[in-house]
């Protein structure tokens, strides 16, 4: 684990009409549900006042492939979103490959018992918990931070 970069780290997980957020302890143990952001006008300062509230190095924004690994209209969205999250800060911001989080956040929370109705409000946060807790996993197994950072203008 000499490879592994310390701090916390915010997930996102961009959708058309909210923004689920999740954050990791400093050692990267667990990823944890944040908040739910509507998708707005207001979303970009939303997320960059909760990685402020939260002291994160470094946001990680899911990049939405299909299943054969080819950009879609919501990979174009959560790509705007994080070179829009970039232009407004300092901080590095990373597209990494969540292309089941949805899925599995879906099918953990039908397996809790939660109907798919019920479940909306929280499913962006836990698809952010499942594609932060991915990342975390890869950089631990190699030494590598996931995904790929989005350039940053020099200020």
Request: hydrophobic letters at 45%; a negative charge; proline letters at 6%.
């Amino acid at each position: 684990m000499s490879g592994f970069r310390r701090g916390v780290r915010l997930g996102i997980d961009v959708g058309r009409a909210r923004v689920g957020v999740a954050r990791c302890d400093p050692d990267g143990l667990l990823a944890t549900p944040v908040e739910t952001v509507p998708r707005d006008d207001h979303s970009i300062a939303r997320v960059l006042a909760l990685a402020e509230e939260h002291a994160a190095f470094e946001v990680l924004v899911g990049l939405p492939l299909n299943l054969k690994g080819e950009e879609t209209a919501s990979t174009l969205d959560a790509r705007e979103f994080a070179e829009a999250l970039a232009a407004a800060s300092a901080l590095p911001i990373r597209l990494v490959d969540e292309r089941l989080s949805t899925v599995s956040a879906h099918a953990a929370l039908r397996d809790s018992g939660r109907s798919q109705r019920s479940s909306r409000s929280i499913v962006d946060q836990v698809a952010a918990v499942v594609l932060l807790q991915q990342a975390l996993d890869v950089e631990k197994s190699t030494d590598r931070p996931a995904g790929t950072p989005i350039p940053q203008e020099p200020a």
